[in-house]
């Protein structure tokens, strides 16, 4: 879901990275007033997390692959507001070192993969009950992470063909079917990482 440069025109660029920065200052001014001292380090080794999962490709069918997002991980772990800077953060290490993803689509980039899931992700999760421990919170991670993935694709998808970049229909199937798969994926993923954490830190989820 990475776009590269010169995939999207010079009004959807400029367009999406105007919300990304508005995105971007208002996490950072709300994360300032929540983050303690006590989850700072969890935010590093998170985004350490997220950046090192998002490396590693799994095979689809149809000869393509897929990789964790983590954005509503994040989000369920340390807020919406700190997971878009984390998200944030992982998107510009990968643009600037490993070209994965281009600078200049860098604020769609954040749009389709980080406030998909950091914020819609989240609402999400607490909407179908995401504070109650068991199935109901697995339910609702699951959920959470198949919407942002697929919304966030179709978004890629629509920003391309705005751009003029490809047609609308087959955009939207290819990339709409691939990542509903992979939304089922990173809910499973996140699932369990969401229990281990819990069992090793109690409160850790009320706290965000």
Same mark, same amino acid.
């Given at each position: 879901?990475h776009?590269p440069d010169?995939?999207?025109s010079?009004?959807?660029?400029?367009?999406?990275?105007?919300l990304a +920065?508005?995105?971007?200052?208002?996490?950072?001014r709300?994360s300032?007033?929540?983050l303690g001292?006590?989850r700072?380090?969890?935010?590093g080794v998170? =985004?350490a997390?997220?950046f090192?999962?998002?490396?590693?490709?799994?095979p689809?069918?149809g000869g393509?692959s897929?990789?964790?997002? =983590?954005a509503?991980l994040?989000a369920?772990l340390?807020?919406p507001?700190?997971a878009?800077?984390?998200?944030f953060c992982v998107?510009l290490?990968?643009?600037?070192?490993f070209?994965d993803?281009?600078l200049?689509?860098?604020?769609?980039n954040l749009v389709?993969m980080g406030?998909?899931?950091?914020l819609g992700?989240?609402?999400?999760?607490?909407? /179908?009950?995401?504070?109650?421990?068991g199935?109901?919170r697995?339910?609702? +991670?699951?959920?959470?992470?198949?919407?942002? /993935?697929?919304a966030?694709?179709?978004?890629?998808?629509l920003?391309l063909?705005?751009?003029?970049?490809a047609?609308?229909?087959?955009?939207l199937l290819a990339m709409?079917t691939?990542?509903?798969?992979? =939304?089922?994926?990173e809910?499973?993923i996140?699932?369990?990482?969401?229990?281990?954490l819990a069992?090793?830190r109690p409160?850790?989820?009320?706290?965000?």
């Amino acid at each position: 879901m990475h776009l590269p440069d010169g995939s999207l025109s010079v009004p959807v660029w400029v367009a999406t990275d105007a919300l990304a +920065i508005g995105a971007v200052a208002v996490s950072a001014r709300l994360s300032a007033r929540k983050l303690g001292d006590r989850r700072a380090p969890l935010m590093g080794v998170m =985004g350490a997390f997220v950046f090192a999962a998002q490396m590693v490709n799994f095979p689809l069918p149809g000869g393509t692959s897929g990789h964790l997002l =983590g954005a509503v991980l994040l989000a369920v772990l340390l807020g919406p507001a700190v997971a878009t800077l984390v998200m944030f953060c992982v998107l510009l290490v990968q643009a600037l070192l490993f070209q994965d993803g281009g600078l200049t689509a860098l604020g769609a980039n954040l749009v389709n993969m980080g406030l998909c899931g950091s914020l819609g992700g989240f609402f999400v999760y607490r909407l /179908v009950g995401g504070k109650r421990p068991g199935t109901r919170r697995d339910l609702a +991670i699951v959920l959470a992470c198949w919407l942002a /993935v697929v919304a966030g694709a179709l978004l890629a998808g629509l920003e391309l063909w705005l751009s003029g970049t490809a047609p609308l229909g087959p955009v939207l199937l290819a990339m709409g079917t691939v990542h509903a798969v992979v =939304g089922l994926v990173e809910g499973l993923i996140t699932v369990a990482a969401v229990r281990l954490l819990a069992a090793a830190r109690p409160g850790l989820l009320e706290a965000a």
